[in-house]
């Protein structure tokens, strides 16, 4: 990895809080896409930012929502119930707090942490 701050691809379950996280060479649809496959149902909607690398995932079956925080757009309130459903902030949160409360920030996210075939939703 370039820098001791690698990229890590993750999914968060909001009905089930389940967790996946992996550490990757890189952000390109063609490392993310397997993980979204591996960890998601197709039945899942994912939420995403406005990446370019997320644009296949309709084609796995998946919905996709994003926001755009190029724009300045972080959550966004679809039905107008005053409940933002379409935001990435849970897994940005997370990534977040494991880095600053982790140590050694390779040591926290190991192979141990492989994704296998377990669904979040």
């Given amino acids: ?5 690698p990229p890590i691809v993750g999914t968060v379950g909001r009905n089930s809080g389940q967790i996946r996280m992996k550490v990757c060479d890189n952000t390109q649809q063609i490392t993310i896409q397997p993980q979204v496959e591996v960890t998601t149902l197709p039945t899942t909607t994912v939420y ?5 690398a997320y644009n296949r995932i309709p084609a796995s079956g998946r919905e996709r929502q994003t926001v755009c925080h190029s724009q300045r757009e972080y959550a966004r309130d679809e039905d107008q119930d005053g409940f933002c459903e379409v935001h990435c902030n849970t897994l940005e949160d ?8 982790c140590q050694s920030f390779r040591r926290c996210f190991t192979n ?10």
């Fill in 1 to 5: 990895m370039a820098n001791d701050r």
């Fill in 48 to 52: 995403t930012d406005e990446s370019d």
């Fill in 94 to 101: 997370i990534r977040r707090s494991k880095i600053e409360n």
């Fill in 112 to 121: 141990s942490q492989r994704c296998g075939n377990t669904f979040v939703n």
